[in-house]
């Protein structure tokens, strides 16, 4: 095998560690992992180490996770590691220049688009609510924009009708831990020609906020379908029952148009918890009640019947 290379893992959450591991399992030296700090969550509001931490620090690997990675000292801690490259995927922050230019070479970075699409902080769940037929992973060479720098390594995938963020996600996470390797090693020799990305084509995938999750009735049916797999499965999207109750809608499948002059939002069908929508409707197939565990529809209704002509908020 070509010759170990010393490094740095910076990365957060579980889309990090097939990559992390494929680094490891090759022989390369990850000499420190940087995080973001430990976060509080759950009852009781614990703090809970992030998954690229703890996977980490069971295998034995030393774990940084400051508040900033513009702070001088971690800078001249990081410059003393005398790295041959840093691997960075979703850590969360923007990193500087002095850590940019510091190992020899570069940082690396595995990020869950087909670059220029959809840069930014929600790829998954954007590629998903646009309706795109295919996603990918773009292993780039980073440079002080955001997810600006030049493409090392891409590889193409199709979105099936069926995908959610939660499959999508699994399947680019994977396929991050394939491509890292061979762009880490391809770069090292020279083996690898940088391709700048074609501004032209850029595209942002902005931060999801809460309200986004929201169903819309009066969208069309195709539109509200793909918001539902785009939260599934979580953290879910979102409706009120005829009673005020909010429901998680996790899959959902397109049906033909109600008869004219319904309102969207109406359960034109009790018996298949059909919807009403601004075109087209929807059978939802896959719900969550607050406090409950999610639930086919046919066990929903059960405990759940509706009325025929009732209205979904």
């Given amino acids: 095998m070509p010759k170990p290379l010393r490094l740095a893992f910076i990365g957060t959450p579980d889309f990090?560690?097939?990559?992390l591991r494929a680094l490891l399992d090759a022989g390369h030296e990850v000499v420190r992992v940087y995080s973001q700090p430990p976060s509080k969550s759950g009852r009781g509001h614990k703090e809970?180490?992030?998954?690229?931490?703890?996977?980490?620090?069971?295998r034995g690997i030393e774990v940084a996770v400051p508040e900033s990675l513009k702070d001088a000292r971690v800078q001249e801690e990081f410059a003393a590691l005398n790295l041959d490259a840093a691997v960075v995927v979703a850590f969360g922050q923007i990193l500087p220049r002095a850590i940019l230019e510091t190992p020899r070479l570069g940082c690396l970075n595995v990020h869950a688009s087909l670059l220029p699409r959809w840069r930014g902080a929600a790829p998954i769940q954007r590629a998903i609510l646009a309706g795109d037929s295919a996603s990918g992973v773009t292993v780039m060479q980073m440079d002080e924009g955001l997810d600006t720098g030049a493409i090392l390594l891409q590889e193409r995938v199709e979105i099936d009708a069926d995908a959610d963020a939660g499959?999508?996600?699994?399947?680019?996470?994977?396929?991050?831990?394939?491509?890292?390797?061979?762009?880490?090693?391809?770069?090292?020799?020279?083996?690898?020609?940088?391709?700048?990305?074609?501004e032209a084509w850029a595209i942002y995938a902005e931060k999801l906020a809460p309200e986004?999750?929201?169903?819309?009735?009066?969208?069309?049916?195709?539109?509200?379908?793909?918001?539902?797999?785009?939260?599934?499965?979580?953290?879910?999207?979102?409706?009120?029952?005829?009673?005020?109750?909010?429901?998680?809608?996790l899959r959902a499948k397109v049906a033909?148009?109600?008869?004219?002059?319904?309102?969207?939002?109406?359960?034109?069908d009790e018996t298949s918890f059909t919807v009403s929508c601004g075109l087209g409707c929807l059978t939802l197939?896959?719900?969550?009640?607050?406090?409950?565990?999610?639930?086919?529809?046919?066990?929903?209704?059960?405990?759940y019947p509706l009325e025929r002509n009732s209205r979904l908020g």
């Fill in 16 to 19: 990090a560690l097939p990559t």
């Fill in 167 to 198: 499959t999508l996600h699994d399947t680019l996470a994977e396929l991050g831990g394939k491509l890292i390797v061979p762009a880490l090693e391809g770069s090292d020799k020279g083996e690898i020609t940088l391709r700048p990305q074609d």
């Fill in 212 to 249: 986004d999750r929201r169903i819309r009735w009066s969208r069309p049916a195709i539109e509200i379908e793909r918001l539902i797999r785009a939260f599934a499965p979580r953290p879910g999207a979102t409706a009120k029952l005829p009673d005020g109750e909010t429901l998680k809608i």
């Fill in 256 to 268: 033909p148009a109600a008869p004219s002059g319904t309102a969207p939002g109406t359960v034109v």
């Fill in 48 to 58: 809970s180490a992030s998954p690229v931490q703890q996977e980490a620090e069971r």
């Fill in 285 to 303: 197939r896959k719900v969550q009640r607050a406090g409950k565990s999610e639930m086919d529809v046919e066990a929903f209704l059960r405990g």
